[in-house]
């Protein structure tokens, strides 16, 4: 069974400081990766996934992530961080046939 | 652009009483998926469906059933309802299986009494 582990719950940043949430999953095959983001009062989205080929995906609104498979991870950035990227992430993993969600890291950027 | 509808955005109900979430995609995707979402734990699969009539459970199937009689609709019915099933329930739905990009629709707020 494949598994997803978010290394933060909340997350605290001011504008403009860079962003890296760190995600990580067990899964025995091959793996698809996503991330996607929930803003206040909308419809959960996607961000960005990882399928084959180039392991730095790029993304949404200036976001990127790298699949790293030795590490079994797949962490999220952003080099400058805005207002209004406060939302809730969370990172997927999918085996054969289902999403398997991570818990979460809900961001807020003060302005 | 891909709409998946939800018939409620929020919902009270008692108690023991029958309750229907439906979804509706407009898409003709093959695949359509039952969440809840909680503080803290993330979103959980309850049900989803590959094709018209077919379900399969998911991580958390308990106190929940579903029904897809067209390709475009999938219902979950909470048979007698309780208090902790009071949550955030989200549909997706896509095109093909898991791999494929999953497609939100804004959720229904249930809380039982």
């Known amino acids: 069974a494949q598994s997803v582990s978010q290394h933060n719950h909340h997350v605290i940043l001011s504008e403009a400081a860079s962003l890296e949430l760190g995600c990580n999953y067990s899964y025995g095959g091959t793996v698809n990766l996503f991330w996607y983001v929930q803003y206040p009062g909308q419809h959960l989205q996607l961000l960005l996934k990882y399928f084959s080929g180039d392991p730095l995906v790029k993304g949404i609104k200036g976001f990127e992530a790298e699949f790293i498979k030795s590490k079994f991870s797949f962490n999220l950035r952003k080099p400058s961080v805005q207002w209004s990227d406060t939302a809730e992430y969370f990172c997927a993993v999918s085996g054969y046939s289902t999403l398997t969600f991570g818990k979460g890291t809900m961001l807020l950027v003060s302005p | 652009d891909v709409k998946v509808t939800q018939s409620s955005r929020y919902l009270v109900k008692r108690t023991g009483e029958k309750v229907f979430l439906e979804c509706v995609q407009d898409?003709?995707?093959?695949?359509m998926f039952w969440y809840r979402q909680d503080p803290g734990l993330g979103l959980r699969l309850i049900y989803f469906s590959y094709d018209v009539k077919m379900k399969e459970k998911g991580d958390i199937p308990e106190g929940y059933s579903v029904s897809r009689e067209k390709k475009e609709r999938f219902s979950l019915i909470l048979e007698s309802a309780s208090t902790n099933q009071t949550s955030m329930y989200l549909c997706?739905?896509?095109?093909?299986?898991?791999?494929?990009?999953?497609?939100f629709g804004p959720g229904t707020r249930l809380t039982v009494l």
């Open positions: 997706a739905s896509s095109r093909s299986e898991g791999t494929d990009t999953q497609y």
């Open positions: 898409m003709d995707h093959e695949n």
